[in-house]
T-cell receptor, first 111, second 113 residues
Framework: QKEVEQNSGPLSVPEGAIASLNCTYSDRVSQSFFWYRQYSGKSPELIMSIYSNGDKEDGRFTAQLNKASQYVSLLIRDSQPSDSATYLCAVVGAAGNKLTFGGGTRVLVKP | EPEVTQTPSHQVTQMGQEVILRCVPISNHLYFYWYRQILGQKVEFLVSFYNNEISEKSEIFDDQFSVERPDGSNFTLKIRSTKLEDSAMYFC???????????FGDGTRLSIL
């Protein structure tokens, strides 16, 4: 069973601070990694994709991938109350098809 | 920006009844998916569809489930005889090419009574 693990939180951060989220995965040959944001009762919304080791920045978001250690992380800089949501880590395995999701980390940004 | 659309947004059905959930993927996308999320649980893969056939399915996707692409735009999920445990949010997703991100529709909340 290929697993994706996240700390469920809640991760409470003050407005303007950096939120740091981590995700580990068990399938060593996973090839694609995604972060989705999910507001309560809504669908997953893609915020970042990363495919190779290192950092990838997009606005206030930075994704980091370390395939040797089998983890992927997400940094949210200058956190805003609107960033309060559950962040889902999702991985595509060697077959290159379906997404396997982690349970999500709930982030609360306090004004 | 193109988006995946799903109908209905909420479906209430009696146990044992058939239900069809509908999706219109993004128009130039080639890969189509159904996922479900039981309240408070992970998003789970159900089935993927490519080139007019199922490419992969999970253990959840048993004989009670079927998918169809009846025309060039719609992608449907049918549950033949619904059970209480089928109550969940069902998400349709699509992507353009292999290794591209999947984009999700707003989901259908299925409630089985």
């Amino acid at each position: 069973q290929k697993e994706v693990e996240q700390n469920s939180g809640p991760l409470s951060v003050p407005e303007g601070a950096i939120a740091s989220l981590n995700c580990t995965y068990s399938d060593r040959v996973s090839q694609s990694f995604f972060w989705y944001r999910q507001y309560s009762g809504k669908s997953p919304e893609l915020i970042m994709s990363i495919y190779s080791n290192g950092d990838k920045e997009d606005g206030r978001f930075t994704a980091q991938l370390n395939k040797a250690s089998q983890y992927v992380s997400l940094l949210i800089r200058d956190s805003q109350p609107s960033d309060s949501a559950t962040y889902l880590c999702a991985v595509v395995g060697a077959a290159g098809n379906k997404l396997t999701f982690g349970g999500g980390t709930r982030v609360l940004v306090k004004p | 920006e193109p988006e995946v659309t799903q109908t209905p947004s909420h479906q209430v059905t009696q146990m044992g009844q058939e239900v069809i959930l509908r999706c219109v993927p993004i128009s130039n996308h080639l890969y189509f998916y159904w996922y479900r999320q039981i309240l408070g649980q992970k998003v789970e893969f159900l089935v993927s569809f490519y080139n007019n056939e199922i490419s992969e399915k999970s253990e959840i996707f048993d004989d009670q489930f079927s998918v169809e692409r009846p025309d060039g735009s719609n992608f449907t999920l049918k549950i033949r005889s619904t059970k209480l445990e089928d109550s969940a949010m069902y998400f349709c997703a699509s992507r353009q090419q292999a290794n591209q991100p999947q984009h999700f529709g707003d989901g259908t909340r299925l409630s089985i009574l």
